[in-house]
C-alpha cells in the first residue's frame, strides 16, 4: 500500500475504468498478464468518473507542450488503476520496463519526449529510480482516438518476475 499512500498524499485519486460508449468497440481487455509481466494497453488521462479528461487536439498547436505533459501524468493515473484492478496491489510492480507514450503532434514537432517527461518523472517519483527507471518510445503521430493529446501505453513485472 506505499504506492496507494504516497498517491493518497499527493491527492491523487485513480480513475475508473473507462465506460464503453454505445457501439464503440474498445480492447477486448485493457491489460494481459502472462509469466510475472503485464501489458498495459494505451490510455489516456481521465475525469474522476472515468471519462475522457483532454486536453484534445494537437501538440503544440492545440495544446500546449506544458498541458501535454499535465495530461501524460493523467495517462500515468489511468495506467496505475488498470494495474490496481488487475493484480490488487501497486507495491506489487517490481520494475517499469517500457512505456510507449504517442502524442498527437503537429508535423514536424520535434519535442515529444518533452511531453512524454509528465509520465516519466511522475512514474520515477512514485516508485523511485530502481523501480521507476524505464526504456521509452516517444513517437509523434497523426491522430490519436478521441483526439487525446497523448496516449501511453506500459509493460511492467510484478512480484520480481515470478
Known amino acids: 500500500m506505499r504506492i496507494e499512500q504516497k498517491l493518497a498524499s499527493l491527492g491523487l485519486v485513480l480513475p475508473p475504468e473507462l465506460p464503453a460508449k454505445p457501439g464503440v468497440s474498445t480492447p477486448p481487455h485493457w491489460v494481459r498478464v502472462r509469466r510475472g509481466i503485464v501489458y498495459l494497453s494505451g490510455q489516456s488521462a481521465r475525469n474522476a468518473d472515468g471519462t475522457p479528461a483532454g486536453p484534445f487536439g494537437k501538440v503544440p498547436s492545440e495544446v500546449s507542450i506544458e498541458d501535454a505533459r499535465v495530461a501524460a501524468k493523467g495517462c500515468a493515473l489511468a495506467l496505475l488503476a488498470t494495474l490496481k484492478r488487475e493484480v490488487g496491489d501497486l507495491d506489487r510492480v517490481s520494475a517499469w520496463l517500457s512505456v ?29 529510480d530502481e523501480i521507476g527507471h524505464h526504456a521509452r518510445v516517444s513517437p509523434g503521430m497523426a491522430a490519436l482516438p478521441g483526439n487525446a493529446a497523448v496516449v501511453i501505453g506500459a509493460t511492467v513485472e510484478i512480484d520480481g518476475g515470478a
Open 100 to 128: 510507449t507514450a504517442m502524442v498527437n503532434a503537429d508535423p514536424g514537432f520535434p519535442a515529444t519526449s518533452a511531453v512524454t517527461n509528465g509520465f516519466s518523472g511522475f512514474i520515477l517519483e512514485l516508485f523511485g
